[in-house]
């Protein structure tokens, strides 16, 4: 079965070979685990390839988040084929007219936007980052539940490798409805903190289910896939 690299060798490595393309996965971790990093490291894969790529972010503001890039000597206003889309709400594109329109948040909207985006674009992979605050405007479980499967259907239907990160560590209804969970966990042992990753779901794909270190360097994240964290 064909791969495609997450942009992190280590996760590739645990992964398998990488993500079965066409499906949606969520990458789950606590503030300043890596979400946004390891997202941006995705999607550089797919420029890298030739491919276009889009990435949403629906709380950081886009000019703080290609601030962060830099410090990782990333570009993004230089790498053509990534797209970027700012849908937080301080930003002013055409999401945030659909998104945030009198602070009162709208799903639908906000699909039809990414969807016109993505016939234009046809992207191959796409990054929204966070979805959490999706689930927060939403004002049923139910709700929620219908309008996510919309989205993904969405994704499915234009065959995208969608990366969906979430702030939630809890299960929740969307852990479900996803291809793939990919996790950021941290513990505390002796006044030290240890951060690993795990792959806690992977549909179609045999994968290390060991939970492994990595670490955020000036170079990105880089997982060492042959050690264990509690060594
Ligand atoms: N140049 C760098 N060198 C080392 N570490 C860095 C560098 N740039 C960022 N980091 C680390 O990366 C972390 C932020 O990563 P990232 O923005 O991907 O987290 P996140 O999970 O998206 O967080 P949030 O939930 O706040 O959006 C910072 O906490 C910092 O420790
Ligand atoms: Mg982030």
Same mark, same amino acid.
């Given at each position: 079965?064909?791969?495609?690299? &997450?942009? =992190? ?15 949606? /996965? ?9 979400? &946004? ?5 995705? #999607? !550089? ?19 703080e988040i290609?601030?962060d ?19 937080s ?15 009162? #948040? ?19 992979r796409?990054?929204?980052?966070? =979805? ?21 259907? #969405? ?6 490798? &969608? ?14 409805? =996803?291809?793939?969970? !990919?996790? /950021? ?11 690993? !990753? ?6 179609g ?8 270190? /990595? ?5 990105? !994240?880089? =997982? ?8």
């Open positions: 079965m064909t791969r495609i690299s &997450t942009g =992190v060798e280590g996760l590739d490595k645990m992964l398998n070979g990488g993500l079965i393309p066409g499906r949606t /996965y969520l990458v789950r971790g606590g503030p300043g685990s890596g979400k &946004t990093i390891l997202s941006m490291q995705f #999607l !550089i894969a797919g420029a890298k390839a030739g491919e276009n790529c889009i990435y949403i972010t629906l709380e950081e503001p886009m000019d290609k601030e890039m830099e410090s990782l000597g990333i570009d993004l206003d230089a790498i053509e084929n990534i797209y970027t889309f700012d849908a709400p301080s930003g002013d594109s055409l999401f945030a007219d659909s998104f945030f329109k009198n602070l009162e #948040l709208d799903i639908p909207g906000f699909k039809a936007a990414l969807e016109e985006k993505v016939r234009e674009l046809k992207p191959s796409i990054v929204v980052d966070p =979805v959490t605050i999706l689930e927060l405007v939403s004002r049923s479980e139910a709700e929620y539940r219908r309008d996510m499967i919309s989205l993904l259907s #969405l994704f499915r239907t234009h065959k995208t490798t &969608t990366l969906l990160t979430s702030e939630k560590m809890s299960v929740s209804s969307e852990d479900y409805l =996803v291809s793939g969970i !990919i996790e /950021y966990v941290e513990y505390e042992m002796r006044g030290k903190v240890l951060r690993g !990753i795990k792959i806690k779901k992977m549909r794909t045999k994968f290390d289910d060991s939970i492994r270190p /990595y670490r955020i360097t000036s170079k990105g !994240i880089k =997982v060492f896939s042959e050690e264990s964290l509690f060594e």
